[in-house]
C-alpha cells in the first residue's frame, strides 16, 4: 500500500511561485500541501543545492554550468526575479535548508536527486550520506512518512544512494519506461516507479501495481486527466496546478 501523500506540489509551489525555492515552498504550504517534490543536484563543492536546471540562465541570471559554484556563491544568487519581481533576491536554497523548512512543516518531501552529467555516483551518495546523517534517528524508527522518498532517472544515483542509506525508499523515474525497468527497479530495491503520465498506458500502470510497487505520476496539470489516473490505481500524483489540484484532491 502506498504510504505516502496522494498529490504533491511538484517544484515546491508548482506554476505559481518560483520553482524550488523556500518562497515556491511557502507557497505550496499556503496551498494546503504538506508534500512537495523538489530537484537537488551538487555543487562544485560538493554541497547539494536545490535547482532543477544543472546549468544558469532560465531561473538562476549567469552563465555556465551550477557545478561550476560553489554553494556559498550559488546561495547569493537569483532565483525568483525570472518567475516575477516581486521574489527578486529569492536565493537558491542549500538542500538542508530546504528539508528544515519541510520538516518544520510537516511537509513530506519526494527528493529528486538529479545529477549532473558525470557526477551521478557522487552525488546520490552524497545527497544520501547527508540525508541519513538528517534524519537517522526517524529512519531508525521506520516511519515511512517522516523520511524522504528518493527518485531519480539516473539508476547510477539511485544504486550510490542504496549504498549508503539502505534505510530510506527510492523510486526509479521513467520516461518512456525501458524494457528492463522491473529489472531495474528490483535491482534498487525501489518501492515505485515514478512515471511521465503521457507516456503512461493502463496496461503499463497495471503492469507496476501487480509487480507490487507504487505508482507515481508526474506532472499532472489536468484535473480530468488527474481523476481517470487515479481511476487506473495510480497511487500518487504531482502537480504544478496546487490551485486546480489541490492537496485533497484524491480525498
Ligand atoms: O519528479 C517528477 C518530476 O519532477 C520529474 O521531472 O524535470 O520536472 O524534474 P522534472
Ligand atoms: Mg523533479
Redesign the pocket.
Known amino acids: 500500500m502506498w504510504p505516502y501523500p496522494k498529490v504533491v506540489a511538484?517544484?515546491g509551489g508548482g506554476r505559481l511561485a518560483p520553482e524550488n525555492t523556500l518562497a515556491g515552498l511557502r507557497c505550496g504550504l499556503a496551498y494546503g500541501f504538506r508534500a512537495v517534490?523538489f530537484?537537488v543536484m551538487l555543487a562544485r563543492d560538493g554541497v547539494p543545492v536545490v535547482v532543477?536546471d544543472p546549468y544558469l540562465g532560465r531561473t538562476i541570471p549567469g552563465s555556465g554550468n551550477v557545478f561550476d559554484y560553489d554553494a556559498a556563491e550559488l546561495v547569493t544568487m537569483d532565483a525568483g526575479s525570472w518567475f516575477a519581481p516581486r521574489f527578486k533576491g529569492e536565493p537558491v536554497p542549500l538542500y538542508t535548508q530546504f528539508v528544515d523548512a519541510c520538516r518544520a512543516h510537516g511537509a513530506w518531501m519526494?527528493v529528486?536527486i538529479?545529477p549532473a552529467p558525470g557526477v551521478e555516483e557522487e552525488t546520490g551518495r552524497v545527497v544520501a550520506t547527508l540525508t541519513q546523517a538528517m534524519f537517522g534517528l526517524q529512519i531508525a524508527m521506520d516511519d515511512p512518512l517522516q523520511v524522504p522518498l528518493f527518485?531519480s532517472?539516473s539508476t547510477v544515483a539511485l544504486e550510490a544512494a542504496r549504498l549508503a542509506a539502505p534505510g530510506i525508499a527510492r523510486a526509479l523515474?521513467v520516461d518512456d519506461p525501458p524494457e528492463d525497468w522491473l529489472e531495474q527497479a528490483r535491482k534498487l530495491d525501489a518501492v515505485a516507479i515514478?512515471a511521465?503520465h503521457k507516456k503512461l498506458t493502463r496496461p503499463f500502470a497495471r503492469q507496476v501495481r501487480e509487480a507490487g510497487l507504487g505508482l507515481?505520476c508526474?506532472?499532472v496539470n489536468d484535473p480530468v486527466r488527474a481523476r481517470e489516473l487515479l481511476g487506473w490505481g495510480v497511487d500518487a500524483l504531482?502537480t504544478d496546478r496546487i490551485d486546480i489540484i489541490g492537496a485533497d484532491f484524491a480525498g
Open positions: 511538484h517544484r517534490e530537484d532543477h519526494n529528486e538529479k527518485s532517472f523515474l515514478h511521465n507515481f508526474y506532472t504531482c
